[in-house]
T-cell receptor, first 112, second 113 residues
Framework: DAGITQSPRHKVTETGTPVTLRCHQT?????MYWYRQDPGHGLRLIHY???????DKGEVSDGYSVSRSKTEDFLLTLESATSSQTSVYFC???????????FGQGTRLTVV | AQTVTQSQPEMSVQEAETVTLSCTYD???????LFWYKQPPSRQMILVIR??????QNATENRFSVNFQKAAKSFSLKISDSQLGDAAMYFC??????????FGSGTRLLVRP
């Protein structure tokens, strides 16, 4: 196990409510990523972080924000959840350019 | 901008045969890194093989090998002697100096016994 955990693992929420997903690592890896996985779209990058308080947008960042106040935690927030954000969300960590990325077990989010 | 394209949503192979999964990518950088990941039904992501763009020699890992064509921006995965356990989603991915790790849409591989 790469020491990466996501919480919660499953969540059902109502449209318009805020939701925060947490990614926690014990590896002290510098780079952290949030993806969403949808059928036919593969994994799409939402946001990523290259250090504490250093984050950047990915391919599908609209409607999402992130924060990284300490190395081990990377939070993904849906400010006002919509049904189009129903998805499986994965967090990943890596140490650098050519290294293997390790993934969390995923969070299944349903917005009703 | 980085893009990764997998044009085969699904592929099928007979057990013990060989199959090739296609991937094309685009980047403005000369130095970058390419990966193939496997996702079985458990949803766990597993690194299959990786390639550094500045290395011309194609990477090989046991039954898995790549055909890296830098000028064509192509990075295909060949699986030899296919096994039932190879059945999974396969994702091609690219990382450049921005540290963005971008994935393609995936190819579902079915293995027929």
């Amino acid at each position: 196990d790469a020491g990466i955990t996501q919480s919660p693992r499953h969540k059902v929420t109502e449209t318009g409510t805020p939701v925060t997903l947490r990614c926690h690592q014990t590896e002290n890896h510098r780079y952290m990523y949030w993806y969403r996985q949808d059928p036919g779209h593969g994994l799409r990058l939402i946001h990523y972080s290259y250090g504490v308080k250093d984050t950047d947008k990915g391919e599908v960042s609209d409607g999402y924000s992130v924060s990284r106040s300490k190395t081990e935690d990377f939070l993904l927030t849906l400010e006002s959840a919509t049904s189009s954000q129903t998805s499986v969300y994965f967090c990943a960590i890596t140490t650098g350019l050519y290294t293997e990325a390790f993934f969390g077990q995923g969070t299944r989010l349903t917005v009703v | 901008a980085q893009t990764v394209t997998q044009s085969q949503p699904e592929m099928s192979v007979q057990e013990a045969e060989t199959v090739t999964l296609s991937c094309t990518y685009d980047t403005s950088e000369s130095d970058y890194y390419l990966f193939w990941y496997k996702q079985p039904p458990s949803r766990q992501m597993i690194l299959v093989i990786r390639q550094e763009a500045y290395k011309q020699q194609n990477a090989t890992e046991n039954r898995f090998s790549v055909n890296f064509q830098k000028a064509a921006k192509s990075f295909s995965l060949k699986i030899s002697d296919s096994q039932l356990g190879d059945a999974a989603m396969y994702f091609c991915a690219q990382m450049d100096s921005s540290y963005k790790l971008i994935f393609g849409s995936g190819t579902r591989l079915l293995v027929r016994p």
